[in-house]
């Protein structure tokens, strides 16, 4: 049947890698849906959730080449609401990525499936006159009823509450509903309960004021305070006054480790629980999460990147926690940047957005330089605590002890013996970085990548951490026979058993990727430092963001001299970062902390400033060289990526595209391989693109990206482009 001539078209987005919507007609004999609506299509010999991203009158091609969609599985009710689909539109321009992993990448899992729906909203169930009623006559013989009926009287209860008072509580409430004793309603959203807080000091307060006053306007606030200074307090009595006034907030962290101590801290304080998100959920907690916020339930969402893009029609604030943080640019597929999106966000809402940090990002420390974001400092440690000694040791002068100094494993045992904890930070699991032949000069390179292996000695395995790819240990080297073998470099499996021989019966905990896999297992590690005992603790990054343990006083940094000589002009940023987020562990309670820093550099010129000076003088330096070099956030920046199994076919690609590059006022470099050129048995190069206007880069970015798309060897080769990159 032929569609008629003035029927809509429907614009859907599907999940594939291809840079265009795709145009269908509605279901036949049903009205058109919304923009926003997810559909059931059919595309090639697959069958493909897809969401209405326009209601289109005409489409470029003949209508009777138009197939029909299957299905709308959630009937005329939209997944994705007006606001966020101008917000993914704006992220699909910018970022030059495919629609349809830009728009499913705001849906959870289950809604990305042709058979997954929209849960209903949910009820919660209250007794009625007529149940109360009944209540006041005798039992009789409905006892089981009666108790659940009773339980209902004390107040509105939801069916995870019922079926703590009875395993048969549906059964027994069906009785109930058909007796009219008890009726259903909407779940109210959580009431807030504030609990009193800490007073706050005058810069604390400071800050709760600027921003409190721009609730209702669109402001970006960064939140610059010392670790230890409090931050979390100005969140909490700015989000009392956005929850009071019936609005929704949204916290953005870094790490899922970082969300148990917040909800717990957050559930004391605000009187309820927060909803979390992130991607060590199950698919249904995700889609529980999301329809929560859906609905208006969520009252503050708590969650990792993702967690940007839920649908939340009362939001009135969004708060970002460790604002500079790598994680939060997203490094594969759809590659944003949640710190800019959530700028974008909030612009569009008209509603303020916090960035905090003890260590801004050049481009955030930028913006509040040149006036663009409000700036507030918090320099004082909210616990009245002194910010922690630093005491630097130059290694060349040191006798080494599995990483360790002679220095710094006295300092350790004075703590410990102080009934005190230490921490030991070293930014690399594993027993050893390479293992090596001592006579023939072997070593195990990892086959797929252009990186060693790292020896992981308790479970005896050679394990590339760029690709996972792993091997047996040697007996004997596999080029000479030697029994010659032996580890070189130091990984935090080393350093526990260095420390764990040094200092016998006293508990040491390690935390990294290999140690924390299991569910709930930081947390544990977590809770158990918290009581206070001594104890070591050794790990890695994971350690360094937000944590409060009040009891460790020390903390040694084994090395971070790798930054200094990086080719990545990003490293000595993120290096002054690290060493002051692990710093901000010790002496965070009335106890005085002390950070020892081992380097072969002790008198680098940004060491010392960032030691003498403080991190934003650091930064100021570091600001100035990039103005000088030209380079962000004094540039603006886009990567062509390609990789490929074939060097040749990933090297005539971008050949190909840096001869279609059009002219204007960005500049084209390349090509040129990634850092690490082979990983996963690929080649990766790029092509960079770099212009002082960010008009001028999408412009041309908008011109030559369809020029690439149809270049001969564009199928033959993986690319995509990173616009505002954060790693090469």
Known sequence: MQAPPSEPVLRVALPVPLRQCFDYLPLEGAAAPAAGTRVVVTFGHRSLAGVVVEVAAGSDLPREKLARVTSYPDGELPALTSELLDLLGWCWRYYK???????????????????GLIPPLPVQYRITAAGQERLAQPVGRVHAQMRLLKHINRGPATGPQLRAVSTSWKKLLDKLLEQQWVCTEPPAPAALCPAAGPELLAEQQHAVDEIAASLGDFRCHLLDGITGSGKTEVYLKVLEQVLARGGQALLLVPEIGLTPQLVSRFTRRLGFEPVVTHSGLSEGQRLQAWAMARNGLARLVIGTRSALFLPLSELRLIILDEEHDASFKQQDGFRYSSRDVAVKRAANLGIPVVLGTATPSLETFNNAHAGRYAWHRLRKRATGAAEPRWRVLDLIQQTMHGGISTTAMDAIGKTLAAGEQALVFLNRRGYAPVILCHECGWHAACPHCDANMTWHRVSRRLLCHHCDCTAPVPIMCPACD?????????????????????FPGVPLLRFDRDTVRKKGEFHRLSEQVKE?????????????KGHHFPKVTLVVIVNLDQAIFSADFRALERMGQLMLQVAGRAGRDQLPGEVILQTHYPRHESI?????SGYEAFAAAIRKERQTTALPPFAYQALLRCDALDKDDVRGFLHQAKRCFPAGGAALYGPFPAMMER???????????????????????????????????????RWVVDVDPQDY
């Open 679 to 717: 990983r996963g048995g690929r080649t990766r190069w790029y092509l960079l693109v770099q212009s002082s206007e960010r008009s001028d880069l999408h412009r041309q970015l908008d011109e030559w990206v369809p020029r690439v798309q149809g270049l001969p060897l564009a199928r033959k080769v």
């Open 482 to 502: 030697a029994d010659a073998l032996q580890g070189a470099g130091e990984g935090t499996e080393q350093l526990e058993k260095t420390l764990a021989e040094r």
């Open 532 to 544: 206070g005992e001594p104890c070591l603790l050794v790990g890695t990054q994971m350690l360094a």
């Open 608 to 612: 010392t400033t960032l030691l003498e």
């Open 97 to 115: 990525h495919a629609p349809g992993e830009v728009f499913f990448n705001a849906l959870p899992p289950l809604l990305r499936k042709p058979g």
